[in-house]
């Protein structure tokens, strides 16, 4: 028997992915096209087994000190753990025993930091990592800014422990998604010619998943479209 918690995350889920498709559909592309990370910081790990259930696998967490023992309360090797939130440097060696993906490098340090944690951990493969791109070039809100992205980039991709995916950005408040977005888009290409597999755009939220897929998202993180507002467990 499905439960009530169980239940009100299909409904929403069924919701998340319809703006999905129909986001694809307005941009021409194809929604296998666009990754769902169902971010889950504050909820609790039955919920991540709940999301499994319905067919989500890949799931977002922000911060190492609840994102480790979730991981391994689940223990489910089908869930993909993407890291999203801004990573210290002294918790590298444990997010690269749990994470399939670190979306949010942005600095030098932080690229020798989870080379270092990756060989020590003796993962069977490489981690896969973004460059968190800072948009506004606002260094106090993380991310890398202009004339680092790419140097941050070349580092990724020049050790055999990290594989570069791509970049990722939040888009700053006080900008318009649209342009957020694009700009993000244009760094993107920026990327690609130098690194033709890093194709990854990791953009868009629940409230702005259309405009980032518009603009090439390959993976939106979601967290109250599909897991709500209600107080959060845990």
């Not at 409904?11 to 559909?25: D, E, G, K, S, T």
């Not at 909820?43 to 991540?48: F, G, K, S, T």
């Not at 202009?146 to 900008?175: K, N, Y």
Request: with cysteine; glycine share 8%; hydrophobic share 45%.
């Amino acid at each position: 028997m499905v439960d009530a918690r169980t239940e009100e995350i299909g409904r929403n889920l069924v919701q998340v992915r319809a703006r999905i498709a129909a986001a694809c559909a307005a941009a021409g592309r194809s929604p296998d096209e666009v990754t769902l990370v169902a971010v889950t910081k504050t909820y609790p790990a039955r919920d991540v087994t709940r999301l499994a259930e319905l067919g989500v696998h890949d799931v977002g967490e922000n911060r190492d000190q609840e994102a480790g023992p979730k991981a391994e309360a689940v223990g489910d090797p089908a869930v993909r753990w993407h890291f999203v939130g801004q990573l210290q440097r002294n918790k590298a060696r444990s997010v690269v025993r749990y994470a399939s993906a670190v979306h949010s490098v942005d600095s030098l340090r932080l690229v020798d930091a989870l080379v270092d944690a990756a060989v020590k951990a003796e993962r069977p493969g490489p981690l896969d990592a973004l460059v968190q791109v800072s948009l506004d070039d606002d260094e106090h809100r993380g991310g890398a800014v202009t004339g680092m992205v790419e140097q941050v980039a070349a580092a990724i991709a020049a050790s055999p422990s990290l594989r570069l995916r791509g970049v990722m950005a939040v888009a700053p408040l006080d900008w318009e998604a649209d342009d957020a977005f694009a700009r993000l888009a244009a760094i993107a290409g920026r990327i690609r010619q130098r690194f033709p597999d890093a194709g990854w755009i990791s953009a868009g939220m629940s409230n702005d998943l259309e405009s980032a897929i518009l603009h090439g998202s390959t993976h939106v993180r979601v967290g109250s479209a599909l897991l709500g507002n209600r107080t959060p467990l845990g």
